[in-house]
């Protein structure tokens, strides 16, 4: 069994920053200041992802980035402006994904439609697993109007499958009372391919997860 190569998630986070460049002028207001905050940002998610965010201090990510912090201070006020700068980009991450996954679903059957999404949000979690750990296993330390986007932004894929199934549903294809709790499932399937990776990849490769979860969502519906 080989493990699906996948890119790493710095060079995933570094390209979603590039991206995102243009889609919020207040906090990337000039190529000097988008160049030396991508440089700030990458530097302290990649402390936050190892150490933690409370236990990452504003000197280490000062020696990271080889900046002091009057440095650091002249384009970041706080660590916790950070943490807004990188909830920012993992939500064009998210909402880029819903996107593009909505633009496919007119042309599927119900039952073609929920494979798909599944399939894709898995291959997405797998992407961005150690984002996802990084931020349940910090959600208690989130302030909450971060916390609140987190929850919004995770409410607009939940939103896509529940249509998707309330669709089969009245197709005929499903059988549920309720769509909202089966979307909020497969949200939690597709999640556990980060937050319990250090079991399920030593027994699946991403490809059977992906097939043995789609099939159990499936028979659920039945």
């Not at 309330?166 to 309720?178: L, R």
């Amino acid at each position: 069994m080989k493990p699906t190569a996948r890119p790493n998630t710095e060079d995933i986070l570094t390209r979603e920053i590039i991206k995102s460049y243009g889609l919020d002028h207040k906090v990337f207001n000039d190529s000097v200041m988008e160049a030396k905050k991508l440089q700030i940002v990458k530097a302290a998610v990649r402390l936050f992802i190892k150490n933690g965010y409370l236990k990452t201090t504003t000197r280490q990510i000062c020696e990271e980035v080889g900046l002091s912090k009057g440095g650091i201070y002249q384009h970041i006020h706080s660590k916790g402006e950070i943490l807004i700068l990188f909830q920012q980009l993992v939500n064009v991450l998210r909402s880029e994904f819903v996107k593009s996954v909505d633009l496919k679903l007119d042309s599927m059957s119900a039952l073609e439609a929920l494979c798909f999404a599944i399939k894709e949000y898995i291959f997405f979690v797998d992407r961005v697993k150690d984002i996802i750990l990084f931020w349940t296993r910090e959600e208690l330390n989130l302030e909450p109007e971060t916390l609140r986007r987190i929850v919004q932004d995770d409410q607009a894929f939940v939103e896509t499958i529940s249509h998707i199934v309330q669709k089969g549903c009245e197709s005929g294809e499903f059988q549920t009372n309720d769509p909202t709790i089966i979307a909020n499932n497969v949200v939690i399937i597709g999640d556990q391919w980060a937050l319990r990776r250090w079991f399920l990849q030593r027994r699946y490769s991403l490809e059977e997860y992906v097939q043995k979860q789609t099939e159990f969502v499936i028979r659920s519906l039945k």
